[in-house]
């Protein structure tokens, strides 16, 4: 199986505001800077749940990403997600 090609992620300016790469350094599906269109909707819409909810810290895009594909997959991480 080939590897993913880096794709644009699509970064919120209210929460983004990063100095370095947000690119993962090796091309796996569903790290930083290799999401799927599915997935950067799933990010955006992960964020408007929690801003319903009142959350307001820890909205960051790749914090979400890790939150959602991280450590066994979304529920795993929903569960224990800091």
């Known amino acids: 199986m080939a590897a993913p090609a880096p794709s644009e992620m ?7 505001n990063y100095d370095y790469p947000t690119t993962a ?3 796996q599906n569903g790290h930083p800077g290799f999401l799927t269109a599915i997935q950067q909707a799933a990010v955006h819409q992960l964020r408007l749940m929690l801003e319903a909810e009142g959350f307001t810290k820890r909205l ?9 594909w991280g450590e066994g997959g979304l529920w795993f991480s ?5």
């Open 10 to 16: 699509e970064l919120d300016p209210k929460y983004d």
């Open 25 to 27: 350094p090796v091309a």
């Open 60 to 68: 960051d895009t790749l914090t979400l990403v890790s939150c959602i």
């Open 78 to 82: 929903l569960t224990f997600c800091p």
